[in-house]
């Protein structure tokens, strides 16, 4: 991939929408982004992604439809697949706030998440966005939330022959997946897909939005329930009180399956795509086989 300076992109912005720019800080993204936040002199400043066009068209999509519901997304100023950049990009603007653990604005965000279940989708699985992110059409890659399940099931051979998981943690985890109660007949809603506290803003006890729309797909609400189990127990009750669904052992065990599904898939995607940031998704995964034998 294309390494972007932030000279680069400082040049980019103001010539692509005639600003002053103040400064330009590349702040962390995922293995397949660039990420960089933009100061203007005037008003809130601006994050540009540049990466894969797929993901930023179909990020772009999904905090536009969520905005739409209700949801307090990021702003699209502009995606394209083609530009001066060397990359294709998306333009957002970038929200106030913070990161929040206040449990008023994580259940805050737990109502907004339930606006964002509420946007029935076509098929299931990563979006597909037909044309440019706003005023098109997105749909899920599969044809069935089983097959999306089950295609990350396939490719966890991939993580033994790489040497990223032993053949024992790989059959553990793949047989508690397939033992769990997954079934989701539909249809698929908008899931934000990697739905933690660093990508819910906060300021003031009120919740100013949730970022980071890039792993939006169609499917289980219960996939977004179980990323953000991850966090502490205080946060997650927070998040289901604003929700409105109660915790009970039968949601504990799906959301178990749903852990060691959504940690196997970021392996087999951080793999693909030549990071080595394994050890923090092989852990948790050891967790809930941990738990279910302790169980």
Request: with cysteine; proline share 5%.
């Amino acid at each position: 991939m294309n390494q972007l300076s932030s000279d680069t992109v400082a040049a980019f912005v103001r010539s692509y929408l005639d600003t002053a720019v103040l400064s330009v800080e590349r702040v962390p993204g995922s293995v397949g982004n660039q990420d960089f936040l933009v100061s203007l002199p005037d008003g809130p400043g601006l994050v540009l992604k540049a990466g894969d066009a797929r993901m930023l068209a179909a990020e772009g999509w999904a905090c536009s439809r969520a905005r739409a519901a209700g949801v307090a997304a990021p702003v699209v100023v502009a995606y394209e697949s083609r530009s001066a950049l060397p990359l294709p990009f998306l333009l957002l603007r970038w929200l106030p706030g913070a990161p929040s653990r206040d449990p008023e604005v994580l259940e805050e965000a737990g109502r907004q998440l339930r606006l964002a279940h509420a946007v029935a989708l076509d098929g299931f699985g990563r979006l597909v966005v037909a044309d440019a992110p706003t005023g098109s059409v997105a749909a899920g890659e599969h044809g069935s939330w089983a097959e999306v399940v089950e295609s990350t099931l396939t490719e966890v051979h991939r993580l033994v022959t790489g040497g990223i998981v032993p053949q024992s943690l790989a059959a553990g985890a793949a047989a508690m997946v397939r033992a769990a109660d997954l079934d989701f007949p539909g249809p698929g809603v908008l899931l934000h897909g990697d739905l933690k506290v660093p990508h819910i803003f906060g300021q003031q006890g009120r919740c100013t939005g949730i970022i980071d729309w890039g792993d939006a797909s169609a499917g289980d609400p219960r996939l977004d329930l179980a990323r953000f189990s991850m966090d502490d127990a205080d946060a997650f009750a927070a998040l289901l009180r604003g929700y409105g669904v109660p915790r009970t052992a039968d949601l504990d065990a799906v959301l178990a399956a749903y852990r060691v599904l959504w940690n196997l898939e970021a392996l087999v995607y951080e793999q693909a795509a030549g990071g080595d940031w394994f050890d923090v998704y092989r852990g948790r995964i050891e967790a809930d086989l941990d738990g279910r034998r302790a169980g």
